[in-house]
């Protein structure tokens, strides 16, 4: 889940900041607008994508500590309910009704709440969320992949920028897609196909833009 996590974020780094870029220096004959404008999105982007996980994780962490409260109450006022609940969920799981009752008996007498939260709720210490760092990382992530195609910026030569951008930002994203594949299992070339096919749509719309709508400065 982290990797996962922290591959998007990557990946939403160079594919926006790199798309950005590219608009820009399709419209400039100058290299300063193209670096404020990527330094720009780099410091929105990282602070947008910290902003909405940790809005996103805070949610789930009170909709968690509600479900928790509520189920605090309900094991108080009606434990045999709960119990008997706590049983059919392992009986699903393929125990037998007696056994099922059994280890629904001695889990309750050892931790009940803990055990409703984890078999009932779904709730656990690893996947209970984490705000502040569920933020830092998304934010971190994105700054990463981010920072790849501002090196570009920064370096390569002004005009046809556009095109360096966007040659090095395929080789990234190639890269990146590569490595969570060969991390999570999956087949390389279709992360690789995929990666490349929604980076490129996307960069060739910011490159119109600029085109169209350019001024060059």
Do not use: C
């Not at 820009?24 to 990282?46: F, K, M």
């Not at 700054?143 to 990234?172: D, R, S």
């Amino acid at each position: 889940m982290v990797t996962r996590a922290a591959v998007l974020g990557a990946n939403d780094g160079i594919i926006s900041i790199s798309s950005l870029a590219i608009g820009v220096a399709a419209a400039s004959v100058s290299r300063e607008p193209i670096v404020l404008a990527t330094l720009a999105g780099l410091v929105a982007g990282a602070l947008s994508m910290a902003a909405g996980e940790y809005v996103s994780v805070s949610s789930q962490t009170d909709t968690e500590k509600a479900d928790i409260e509520r189920e605090i109450l309900e094991l108080k006022e009606k434990p045999e309910e709960e119990l008997n609940l706590l049983a059919q969920i392992y009986e699903k799981r393929g125990l037998t009704a007696e056994t099922a009752r059994q280890v629904a008996i001695e889990l309750t007498e050892k931790d009940a709440l803990a055990t409703h939260s984890r078999d009932e709720l779904g709730i656990n210490e690893i996947s209970q969320a984490h705000p502040i760092q569920a933020a830092i990382a998304s934010g971190a992530s994105f700054t990463v992949g981010g920072v790849l195609p501002l090196l570009v910026v920064l370096f390569a030569p002004v005009k046809g920028m556009e095109y360096w951008l966007y040659g090095f930002t395929i080789i990234f994203l190639v890269v990146l897609g590569t490595t969570s594949a060969k991390t999570e299992g999956s087949s390389v070339q279709k992360a690789i196909v995929r990666i490349t096919i929604w980076g490129s749509i996307a960069m060739g719309l910011s490159a119109l833009v600029g085109y169209f709508f350019g001024v060059n400065v």
